[in-house]
Each structure stands twice: as C-alpha cells, then as structure tokens.
C-alpha cells in the first residue's frame, strides 16, 4: 500500500490548498472580429493636426495655463526654467557606443535638434569636434512634416546601425 507521501509533491499539491485557478489568456478574435469592439470615442485625436483635435489640446492648455498663471510662484519658475533651458554652458550630455560620444541637441539655431557624435577624444576637450548625423530641421523642410525626437536605439557590439523614433 502506498502512502501518501510517496505520492509525487503536484499531485498532492492539486488537491490541498488550491483554490484559485490560473485564468487563460482569452483566444485571439478571428477575422471580423473588429465589428464587435467598441468604437473609441477619443479616437479622432489621433488626427493630430487636425481642427477639431486642435482645438481640443488649446482648450486643454487654457484650462492648464490658467490654473498654473494663477499660483504666485508661476513667473519665478517659467523664468528659471527657461534660463536653466537655453543656457549656453548646458552640458552636452551624451551616451558612449562603440567609442563614440552620441548626443541629440536642441538650442536657438536647431529648434526640432540634431543628433550627432564625437569622438571621445574630442568630447573631453573644451571644443568638442561635433559631427551631424540628423538635422532634424532641415529633415523637417525637406520633408515638409514636423519630425520630433523621441529617442535611438543602436545595435551592439558595433552600434553602426541605429534606428532613429521620431
């Protein structure tokens, strides 16, 4: 006769103590499933150039300013933060790949930014040796669409090929 501790630990495990189930992941929808999803409401912000969800932001942002304007500190910090912003001495922090100091860059003469490298020879002097990968504001004139950086990712070891989210 067998006892119970002989028993495999799972089996004993099903039967004691276990009253909560692991739910299963809901199966995929099949083809015309689309017809039976409710339609976002705030889907038509997605147009964001559009009128209607222009109009939308610039109430949001009356609504937001006029809040912020009415806190007696509010000048005090736009005004520090714009000098903190466009201060010439700001750092151009950067990240290192394959030897490499990458760095993207926005100021007065590049409003949307450049993304560009240096040695780390000459990221360690005082006239850092910059050169341009990306001119975000010529991209945008040439293309005629408004490009905003949101960041890079490189691929390792080499990091020679990188792929740019604007």
Request: with cysteine.
């Amino acid at each position: 006769m067998r006892s119970l501790f002989a028993l495999p630990i799972w089996l004993v495990l099903l039967g004691v103590g276990c009253t909560s189930r692991v739910q299963e992941p809901a199966a995929s929808p099949g083809p015309g499933a689309e017809a039976f999803a409710p339609e976002d409401p705030f889907l038509w912000l997605e147009e964001i150039e559009s009128t209607r969800a222009l109009a939308w932001v610039d109430q949001r942002n009356e609504e937001t300013l006029t809040e912020f304007e009415s806190d007696s500190r509010y000048s005090g910090f736009l005004s520090s933060a714009e000098s903190i912003l466009n201060a010439k001495d700001r750092i151009p922090y950067g990240s290192v790949r394959g030897g490499m100091v990458y760095n993207f860059w926005q100021d007065e003469k590049n409003i949307r930014g450049v993304w560009r490298r240096a040695s780390l020879d000459s990221y360690r002097t005082d006239s850092v040796q910059w050169e341009t990968l990306l001119d975000l504001d010529e991209l945008a004139r040439a293309e005629k669409e408004n490009w905003v950086y949101k960041g890079v990712g490189c691929l390792a070891p080499d990091f020679n090929r990188c792929l740019l989210r604007l």
